[in-house]
């Protein structure tokens, strides 16, 4: 089988001759950081070998559940945030029709995800919609306690043990969490729900090929031994000893840390030809993102989706400031052939490209897009995938996991937590009057007095 490829010549252009290869010292000392487990975050390196770990038994007991929810529920809400919810949008995204939630054949539940907001209208619409329907719920927290994936939980157990019965509710209501601790765990214990365990050495945005991932993929019918084979293939393809300039991996690590720090490139915006990669984009937000934003340091991830937005971000890209770099994930063969139509007016001129493929044209739109952005100053890396299946998708997640934490040791910070993001939990409690908050309540009352 073949591997996704990487191509960095249109971004090497842009830095001086050498300067990738100049890296290999500095990767190698990553690399064995990572793999003997003597880097900054070392306590969460369960995601390194978590691929070949993985066992058919595992993947079957997490197909037993996928497989009691798919029988017993038309809907299924994935209650998450963040590292706990966007692996599996990603993948049943990319995977699914995109208009899977209108086709209802019944042959799949209709998978929804919530706990990833606190808007109100939204959570009236999403109880609304599942009032009287059979729906299950895969409540997913590492740490038990986060607000917007309880409140929904809450609101969601509520509602499935009225519509099913207590009894009934306990079949298609599962928790995946910490092993021993948070609300989540308790809540699951008591009830006596089936669980998974987020293993303690793996983060949240590491997760998505535990069951925090592979159970909602599961249940979406999506093939999960397919997608751990290819994540099996992408670590040994990306092991330390796989030479420098064949492990991509290292090679992308490496061109985004150049470019970063020596050609001023600060943002990385992720571009897509193909819509249905939109929420692959967002789960490598925060991957990129939380391991690599701090100290005051950190490229900055952003995403389009193209070509649709070569029409609103455009302009900008062409033209604004030359501080970004594009990193392009391009799918050699789509799944479906549409012929482009002939017409008998021609009222929009287009009669020459009757009978090409679509993702011939799109194809075109890509190649004329690197060569114009590459033009205006753009440097471009592109990641090609053979195919958008499982087996390559499980290959794309463990690229860019290795690649990261390559990347975020080289940026020498921990890419393993992310202090970060305490501060406006902190804030909301004490603003909210949470118990345990009450000197951070009265601090932010006095400032916000003051700044009246
Ligand atoms: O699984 P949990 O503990 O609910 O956390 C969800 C997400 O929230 C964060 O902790 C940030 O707030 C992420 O790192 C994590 O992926």
Redesign the pocket.
């Known amino acids: 089988m073949e591997n996704i490829q990487l191509d960095i010549r249109k971004a090497t252009q842009f830095l001086n001759a050498g300067v990738v290869e100049g890296y290999e010292s500095k990767v190698k000392e990553a690399q064995e950081a990572l793999e003997n487990a003597t880097c900054p975050g070392n306590d969460f390196l369960g995601w390194l070998h978590l691929p070949s770990e993985i066992t058919e038994e595992f993947l079957n007991s997490v197909q037993a559940v996928a497989n009691t929810l798919r029988e017993k529920c038309e809907v299924v809400v994935v209650a ?7 692996g599996a949008r990603a993948v049943i995204e990319a995977l699914g029709n995109s208009f899977a939630w209108l086709v209802g054949d019944k042959k799949n539940p209709v998978i929804l995800f919530a ?1 990833n907001n606190i808007g109100e209208d939204y959570l009236a619409e999403l109880t609304a919609y599942l009032k009287g329907k059979k729906f299950g719920v895969i409540n ?7 607000t ?3 409140l929904t939980f809450r609101l969601l157990k509520k509602q499935c043990e009225e519509q099913m019965g207590k009894e009934a509710a306990k079949d298609v209501i599962v928790a995946i ?2 092993a021993h601790k ?1 609300a ?1 765990r308790a809540a699951a214990d008591k009830e006596g729900y089936k669980t998974f365990v ?1 293993p303690d050495n793996v ?3 590491f ?1 998505v090929l535990t069951p ?1 991932g592979l159970l909602p993929i599961a249940v979406a019918g999506f093939d999960i031994k397919a997608l751990v084979s290819g994540a099996q293939d992408m670590e040994k393809a990306t092991a330390s000893d796989v030479a420098y300039a064949d492990n991509i991996s290292a090679q992308y690590a490496a061109v985004r840390q150049a470019l970063y720090t020596q050609a001023g490139k600060k943002i990385e915006i992720i571009a897509n030809y193909q819509p249905k990669l939109h929420f692959i984009a967002e789960w490598w937000k ?1 991957l990129y993102g ?1 391991s690599e934003g701090k100290d005051h340091k950190g490229i900055f991830p952003a995403a389009c989706d193209f070509t649709t937005d070569l029409h609103s971000m455009g302009q900008w890209i062409q033209d604004g400031e030359r501080t970004i770099f594009e990193t392009v994930i391009s799918i050699e063969e789509p799944n479906n052939k549409v012929l482009f139509p002939h017409d008998d007016e021609n009222l929009d001129g287009l009669n020459f490209l009757e009978g090409k493929r679509v993702d011939e044209v799109n194809k075109m739109a890509e190649l004329g897009t690197k060569l114009a952005h590459v033009d205006g100053g753009v440097p471009n890396i592109r990641i090609s995938m053979p195919k958008l299946n499982e087996y390559y998708i499980g290959q794309l997640i463990y690229f860019f996991e290795k690649a990261c934490g390559i990347s975020g040791l080289l940026e020498e910070v921990n890419p393993f937590n ?1 202090p970060g ?2 501060a406006y ?1 902190k804030n909301m409690f004490a603003l909210l009057n949470k118990p345990g908050y009450e000197a951070d309540s009265k601090a932010i009352q006095e400032r916000l007095a003051k700044e009246k």
Do not use: F, M, N, P
Not at 80 to 86: E, N, P, R
Not at 140 to 146: D, F, H, P, V
């Open positions: 998450g945030i963040g590292g706990s919810y966007l706990g997913i927290s590492k740490s038990g306690t986060t917007e994936t309880a969490t910490d948070g989540a987020i983060g949240g945005r997760s925090v925060q939380e992310q993001v305490e939990k």
